[in-house]
């Protein structure tokens, strides 16, 4: 497998879950690149994924290629529609040599555990984790812990949405 691409189908998880599945294949196996999949409204869920890992997790990957395309697809009723696609490989930065014991102890802790950012729940950007923070909730894990009730008021939006941003928070983790 050593040299070879893997794909990360992106769909309608948290940027979390890719995030996850994007450490494990670069981990236990002498991956050197993955790339991310994916289209329409994922297009933005691959981004945030590709980022976070980046940023937060394994400081040592590279963007390689980011090919972006459109897809025609079928349509149940009749007739087509144009679907934008996006690509975007990672690529694992080669390290200066290192006696070998030294290396293992590189990597293994090349990863660390960090709680994700309020920002990695899909459909909270950078205005609603601020206006989230002015509330209380500075976390993940605050949200976790919050009333759905209570912080849709201070919020001003639906209690429906919120739980559903308590309820990703909470699959978040637990991962």
């Known amino acids: 497998m050593s040299g070879k691409s893997n794909v ?15 450490i494990t294949s670069f981990t236990g196996s002498n991956t050197k690149e993955v790339t991310l999949k994916a ?8 981004v945030d994924a ?3 890992t980046r940023r937060r997790f394994m400081k040592e990957l590279n963007l390689g290629e980011i090919t972006i395309g459109t897809e025609e697809i079928q349509q149940e009723e009749g007739g087509t529609r144009n679907v934008s696609t996006i690509e975007i490989t990672l690529t694992r930065v080669p390290t200066a040599k290192k006696e070998v014991g030294e290396e293992s102890e590189k990597t293994e802790s090349a990863i660390p555990i960090q709680p994700p950012e309020l920002t990695s729940i899909e459909g909270i950007g950078a205005s609603k984790a601020e206006k989230m923070k002015s509330c209380g909730v500075n976390s993940v894990q605050d949200l976790a812990n919050f009333d759905p009730k209570e912080l849709a008021e201070k919020l001003q939006i ?10 990703e928070a909470r699959k978040a983790l637990k991962q």
């Open 50 to 52: 590709a980022e976070i």
């Open 158 to 167: 639906s209690e429906k949405r919120v739980s559903k941003w308590i309820d």
């Open 8 to 22: 990360v189908y992106i769909g309608r998880k948290p940027p979390m879950s890719y995030v996850m599945a994007v």
């Open 39 to 46: 289209r329409g409204q994922s297009i933005t869920t691959a």
